[in-house]
Nanobody, 121 residues
Framework: VQLVESGGASVQPGGSLRLSCEAS????????MGWFRQAPGKEREGVAA???????TYSDSVKGRSTISKGSAWNILLLQMDSLKPEDTAMYTC?????????????????WGQGTQVTVS
């Protein structure tokens, strides 16, 4: 399974971005998908995840400002981020996991992309 992110950019505070992740490889429907971020000098943080039923989980840091969703194709994952803050600056990475993804814990995700940079300043 390969995951490729896109959509990262530099934006001003209060701006919006939509991140996209495209999965390819062996059929991997039935897995949950999520977004993580890591800022320099900080630990990786789970941002949002969506399970096969469409149920979504968000971290407190982005709840109310972000929406995770599946694209029209099963292999597309989106993250709409609004009201961006400087503290949202990080490398955002897409991931897929088999279970317990609602925990937003990295060890529950088996497949990872390379990331896309979001800078808010």
């Amino acid at each position: 399974v390969q995951l490729v992110e896109s959509g990262g950019a530099s934006v001003q505070p209060g701006g919006s971005l939509r991140l996209s992740c495209e999965a390819s490889g062996p059929q991997c429907t039935g897995l949950c998908m999520g977004w993580f971020r890591q800022a320099p000098g900080k630990e990786r943080e789970g941002v949002a995840a969506i399970d096969p039923s469409g149920a979504a989980t968000y971290s407190d840091s982005v709840k109310g400002r972000s929406t995770i969703s599946k694209g029209s194709a099963w292999n597309i994952l989106l993250l709409q981020m609004d009201s961006l803050k400087p503290e949202d600056t990080a490398m955002y990475t897409c991931a897929m996991g088999q279970a317990y993804c609602y925990t937003l814990r990295p060890w529950n995700f088996q497949y990872w992309g390379q990331g896309t940079q979001v800078t808010v300043s």
